[in-house]
């Protein structure tokens, strides 16, 4: 598995300028686009389906500084699913790291998370990867010598975000979201891959925080923060240590 090169803007990704071009499911979206990225005039693209997922940018922004303060000795932030790049973008905003990973699957969402952190310049302070997350995590656990040099790192000083898809029955509705039911990638998928690292989970205000404190290790505690803007909750974070074999 090597780092990904730079890839072309495509068909799939768009710089929409006025509402009339948007999608009409997008649009409330659209009207909220400078909460999502406040450079959005300069250029910014999304695939219609980034749209849905991306972080707004005051939540990126303290998400990244939550993250940077404990633990000095983590060097390595690995950003599991990059989307448009909001949360990258926002942790090589930092400064915090030595190197960001950042890794994406689909081909246009990855171009327009270049373009965008292009855009922020801090393009050059991300290793970007077009694989699924799974896959690399799998590689560096268990087969390290499958990755390229610039793509392997000590697990130890490795810290793991990871904001997922949310897609599963009542998401929206719930007033507590089982996250047994979050698709594609249910919790305990997600910490299953992540386990032996320190990772911070994005997740619906909603959550079944029962289902959070039953990942903790033995005798340790998981922090779950509230991130709100304007009054709203948007997400919960939970940060979960780390736990070797």
């Given at each position: 598995?090597?780092?990904?090169?730079?890839?072309?803007?495509?068909?799939?990704?768009?710089?929409?300028?006025?509402?009339?071009?948007?999608?009409?499911?997008?649009?409330?979206?659209?009207?909220?686009?400078?909460?999502?990225?406040?450079?959005?005039?300069?250029?910014?693209?999304?695939?219609?389906?980034?749209?849905?997922?991306?972080?707004?940018?005051?939540?990126?922004?303290?998400?990244?500084?939550?993250?940077?303060?404990?633990?000095?000795?983590?060097?390595?932030?690995i950003d599991l699913f990059a989307g448009a790049g909001g949360n990258t973008i926002?942790?090589?905003?930092?400064?915090?790291?030595?190197?960001?990973?950042?890794?994406?699957?689909?081909?246009?969402?990855?171009?327009?998370?270049?373009?965008?952190?292009?855009?922020y310049e801090v393009g050059d302070r991300i290793t970007w990867i077009h694989a699924?997350?799974?896959?690399?995590?799998?590689?560096?656990?268990?087969?390290?010598?499958?990755?390229?040099?610039?793509l392997r790192v000590d697990m130890a000083s490795a810290v793991i975000f990871a904001?997922?898809?949310?897609?599963?029955?009542?998401?929206?509705?719930?007033?507590?979201?089982?996250?047994?039911?979050?698709?594609?990638?249910?919790?305990?998928?997600?910490?299953?891959?992540?386990?032996?690292?320190?990772?911070?989970?994005?997740?619906?205000?909603?959550?079944?925080?029962?289902?959070?404190?039953?990942?903790?290790?033995?005798?340790?505690?998981?922090?779950?923060?509230?991130?709100?803007?304007?009054?709203?909750?948007?997400?919960?974070?939970?940060?979960?240590?780390?736990?070797?074999?």
């Amino acid at each position: 598995m090597n780092p990904a090169p730079t890839l072309p803007l495509s068909d799939d990704c768009h710089h929409y300028q006025t509402k009339a071009e948007v999608p009409w499911d997008l649009q409330k979206y659209f009207s909220q686009r400078y909460s999502i990225f406040s450079y959005y005039d300069d250029g910014i693209c999304l695939t219609d389906d980034a749209w849905f997922g991306v972080t707004p940018e005051p939540v990126a922004m303290q998400v990244a500084y939550d993250m940077s303060g404990p633990k000095p000795s983590k060097k390595v932030l690995i950003d599991l699913f990059a989307g448009a790049g909001g949360n990258t973008i926002a942790f090589a905003l930092s400064d915090r790291w030595d190197k960001i990973i950042s890794i994406e699957k689909d081909a246009p969402t990855l171009a327009c998370a270049q373009n965008n952190a292009t855009i922020y310049e801090v393009g050059d302070r991300i290793t970007w990867i077009h694989a699924s997350c799974f896959d690399y995590l799998d590689r560096l656990q268990n087969d390290p010598e499958s990755l390229h040099p610039d793509l392997r790192v000590d697990m130890a000083s490795a810290v793991i975000f990871a904001s997922p898809p949310w897609g599963g029955p009542g998401y929206r509705t719930a007033e507590v979201f089982d996250l047994s039911l979050m698709e594609p990638y249910n919790l305990q998928q997600l910490h299953e891959a992540c386990r032996k690292m320190d990772h911070a989970l994005y997740l619906p205000r909603t959550s079944d925080l029962r289902q959070i404190a039953r990942l903790a290790p033995d005798d340790e505690k998981i922090e779950v923060v509230q991130y709100c803007m304007k009054g709203a909750s948007k997400a919960l974070v939970a940060y979960i240590p780390g736990k070797a074999d």
